[in-house]
DNA sequence: ATCCAGGGCGGGT
DNA sequence: ACCCGCCCTGGA
């Protein structure tokens, strides 16, 4: 396949760092000059802004403009977004002051599944070497400016991996959720096209619930990552923790009931909760590392 | 060395 | 319903 580039201005709510780094994807590696490299379905794209006009290049299963538009949901207007969160509280007003160019990309379902089950009690390094190695074994090659890249595996492919084999790459206890979650998936016994069509969040929740290695959290990150649930709010700890400091103010954070502070951010965000959750989360989380 | 990292599970009340 | 200990691995 040939190279393509698309060119697009985009002043407001489009800022990498904040898009990349804000806990939603695990393949998107930074580059020496400040963009953004990564792999999604079939196709392999670096992204760049300067100023304020964003660059995206490479390898596309597809039209470039088609794709980016989807991917990184540029239909949706992050501008009234924010408008309306900013007027919930000062809290939540500033993060978003932090994180203005967050947007939620339009992720593959699939592969957000078995990205969150390997994300559970692991490190983001090691979340992230895991998926690599997963596709480098299983996935697609493509070759791009003398670089080798893969594509994350489909079901039909993951599944000739046993157990050991997943083991071997370094998933450790998580080896047997994969495992028989992508049997649920392959054969339809979790049907996913089906899944789509259910609207209520909460007994979406439930179905995601059965594929083992997928509790409410990580079901949580799939709907909200991958199929667009804006009304759910993972918790995660630094969400606790935020979402303690911010409003519970319990001493003792670890007792904080996790049903607690998702009532809380649905009173708070409504509809808007997992959006208002990845502005909290990236300000957190990036305080603390500076810190 | 010991602890912990973007939880989930299974076995207790 | 809650509660708790345990789970692979590797980097600090």
Not at 126 to 133: D, F, L, Q, S, T
């Amino acid at each position: 396949m040939k190279e393509q580039i698309l060119e697009l201005e985009l002043k407001n709510s489009f800022e990498l760092p904040h898009i990349f780094d804000c806990g939603q994807c695990f393949r998107w590696n930074k580059q020496e000059d400040g963009s953004y490299t990564g792999v999604f379905k079939d196709n392999v794209l670096n992204v760049k802004k300067q100023e304020n006009i964003v660059t995206f290049k490479g390898i596309c299963n597809g039209d470039i403009k088609e794709i980016c538009r989807e991917y990184f949901d540029l239909d949706t207007d992050y501008e009234q977004i924010k408008k309306v969160l900013s007027k919930v509280d000062d809290n939540l007003k500033e993060s978003i002051k932090y994180g203005e160019g967050i947007r939620i990309l339009r992720q593959d379902l699939w592969e957000t599944i078995i990205s969150f089950i390997i994300s559970a009690n692991n490190n983001i390094p090691r979340i992230k070497k895991i998926i690599e190695r997963i596709s480098k074994e299983y996935g697609k090659k493509i070759i791009w400016n003398g670089n080798e890249y893969y594509t994350f595996p489909t079901a039909q492919s993951l599944s000739k991996a046993s157990v050991e084999d997943l083991r071997t790459l370094g998933l450790g206890f998580r080896d047997k959720r994969v495992y028989e979650t992508t049997r649920l998936i392959l054969s339809k016994e979790i049907d996913l096209e089906k899944l789509q069509q259910i609207q209520n969040s909460n007994e979406l929740r439930e179905e995601l619930n059965k594929l083992p290695g997928v509790g409410d959290k990580v079901a949580d990150c799939i709907m909200l990552f991958s199929m667009r649930r804006f009304d759910v709010f993972p918790v995660d700890v630094w969400v606790r923790r935020v979402m303690n400091e911010l409003y519970i103010k319990n001493e003792d954070e670890s007792k904080v009931d996790k049903k607690q502070i998702r009532n809380l951010a649905e009173e708070k965000y409504g509809n808007l909760a997992g959006i208002a959750q990845q502005y909290l989360f990236y300000w957190k989380r990036e305080e603390n590392k500076t810190a």
